[in-house]
């Protein structure tokens, strides 16, 4: 079964500091990987996406990921962060299930970002 | 285009109740998933429904079950309430399950 591990649980930045959040998964096939975002008080958004091709992703608000196969990695960036990133952050992958036509996404434990000014 | 819209909001029920939870799906998908938020957690897949069908389902025991309509809407129904059901359910919809946009959500809360 596929799994995924975000191994910062809680962290602080100050305003303009450079953010990176690891995310690591556990799965033996094609995967899709995806970074979501869920700001205090509202729903879940994708932040951005992997299917395939370049694996260094970009996404909303200047968020950008690598997808690293051999570490099965897919770490989110931003070069300066801005008070209003603060929110939690999770980690997913899209993986098929049962006929092949099902699919779930598997979500790691989050990572609560704050940022003060 | 409407985005993915649940009901209620919040509900409050004591242990041994049944729930019923709605959602409506995004404007052009044929999928919805269902998944369980703790506290503290991510989101847990419960399961999946295509085409009106049960097409895919996670670690939850048969007392949750859901529906899904010829509208692509979908119900999520819990039967024997524990303390443990108490989370935040959201409800997702995609077009043929693979990028899948969420709804705001419903907070249970099981006293």
């Known amino acids: 079964a596929q799994s995924v591990s975000q191994h910062n649980h809680h962290v602080i930045l100050s305003e303009a500091a450079s953010l990176e959040l690891g995310c690591n998964y556990s799965?033996?096939?094609?995967?899709?990987l995806f970074w979501y975002v869920q700001y205090p008080g509202q729903h879940l958004q994708l932040l951005l996406k992997?299917?395939?091709?370049?694996?260094l992703v970009k996404g909303i608000k200047g968020f950008e990921a690598e997808f690293i196969k051999s570490k099965f990695s897919f770490n989110l960036r931003k070069p300066s962060v801005q008070w209003s990133d603060t929110a939690e952050y999770f980690c997913?992958?899209?993986?098929?299930?049962?006929?092949?036509?099902?699919?779930?996404?598997?979500f790691g434990t989050g990572t609560r970002l704050q940022v003060t000014l | 285009e409407t985005g993915v819209t649940q009901s209620p909001t919040h509900l409050i029920k004591t242990r041994g109740q049944q729930v019923t939870l709605r959602c409506s799906s995004q404007s052009g998908h044929n999928t919805v998933s269902w998944y369980q938020q703790a506290l503290g957690q991510g989101p847990q897949f419960i399961f999946q429904y295509y085409r009106e069908e049960e097409n895919g389902r996670g670690n939850f025991p048969p007392r949750f079950s859901g529906l899904q309509f010829p509208n692509y809407s979908s119900e999520l129904n819990v039967n024997a309430l524990e303390l443990d059901d108490s989370a935040l359910y959201l409800c997702a919809s995609s077009f043929l399950g693979t990028e899948q946009f969420f709804g705001p959500g419903t907070r249970l809360t099981v006293l």
């Open positions: 997913a992958v899209n993986a098929l299930i049962n006929t092949g036509t099902a699919s779930k996404l598997t």
């Open positions: 799965y033996g096939g094609t995967v899709n």
């Open positions: 992997y299917f395939s091709g370049d694996p």
